[in-house]
């Protein structure tokens, strides 16, 4: 894996592949990876005991094997990777190569990238967390980024609107798995309503009247049991991490997600990528996970 500076590089240097912006957008995209490559995304998650179980020390160059080998074994067939920038973030500007690699490769291979940074900010601020990661020619530009509303919803109107202007997505934090994620997202507002259901209700304005999915998404814990109390029909995808590792299972979404469960893009880490780091192993799992959700969700 070469890796290129931050800036002043070449474009035509850069593989062949997709173009890093598509005018369609982001929903649409992923409704049709979904339907083609199954609903499911992989994260890339190489945190330390992770690195270890593969057999790589923890620093850049086991950063950048343990990236490259799961953008290899699953880029080309899995609908969406999640890169989490945390992992890559804390080796620092070495990590970051690394990380604009893995995103460029990802997406050159066919795989829809989604960033797992949870920025939330005001402003100016905002507006510049947005612009690392939605602004077409950015270095690190992602099909979508994970976000945090818990400074008001309103706070991330800079990264709505570059998203929509650039043909990305987000996913917004809404009903997390962590057990400590209730004492936010269940306290309830003067209107009667919680502040979970508060950020569906405005996913949903944002995706109304989209077709055949909008692109702003919610993230739903699939280990959250029964959520019939709140209407998860925002027009928008759901990203549910959960599966596998942390108990959840693919007969479990139907239960969960009920009529939205088409929606629905379940992530799986950790059970996928312990079969690392033998490339076939990593492919067959990541397959399997496919092919189990798909099944599931097309019998409702």
């Known amino acids: 894996m070469t890796l290129h500076p931050t800036s002043g590089h070449d474009p035509s240097t850069e593989p062949s592949g997709p173009p890093r912006l598509s005018a369609e957008p982001f929903g649409a995209r992923l409704r049709r990876a979904m339907d083609e490559r ?6 890339i998650d190489p945190h330390a005991a992770l690195l270890a179980e593969w057999g790589l020390h923890d620093d ?3 950063l950048e094997r343990f990236s490259r080998t799961v953008v290899e074994a699953t880029a080309d067939q899995i609908a969406v990777l999640k890169p989490q920038s945390a992992f890559f973030e804390r080796f620092g500007s070495r990590g970051l ?3 604009e690699k893995t995103v460029e490769e990802a997406r050159a291979a066919g795989a829809l990238v989604v960033m797992d940074a949870k920025r939330g900010d ?5 507006a510049a967390y947005a612009e690392s990661f939605l602004r077409k020619d950015a270095p690190l530009f992602s099909d979508a980024l994970t976000v945090s509303p818990y ?7 800079p990264a709505v609107d570059l998203a929509r202007e650039s043909g990305a997505g987000l996913f917004v934090l809404a009903l997390t798995s962590n057990p400590e994620g209730a004492e936010v997202q269940h306290a309830v507002r003067p209107d009667g309503r919680n502040v979970a259901a508060t950020m569906l209700a405005h996913l949903a304005a944002e995706n109304a009247g989209e077709e055949p999915l909008g692109s702003f998404g919610a993230v739903v814990g699939a280990t959250l049991g029964d959520l019939s109390s709140y209407d998860l029909d925002i027009n928008g995808p759901l990203l549910a991490p959960g599966i596998g590792a942390q108990g959840a299972t693919p007969a479990d979404l139907p239960r969960v997600f009920g009529a939205a469960v088409r929606h629905v893009v379940p992530n799986v880490s950790r059970s996928v990528l312990r079969h690392g780091p033998d490339v076939v192993a990593l492919r067959d799992a990541a397959q399997r996970y496919a092919e189990e959700i798909r099944a599931a969700v097309t019998a409702v």
């Open 38 to 43: 199954g609903p499911l995304c992989v994260g």
């Open 151 to 157: 400074l008001g919803y309103g706070s991330l109107r």
């Open 122 to 126: 005001i402003g100016s601020t905002m």
């Open 97 to 99: 190569a690394v990380l």
């Open 60 to 62: 850049v160059a086991g």
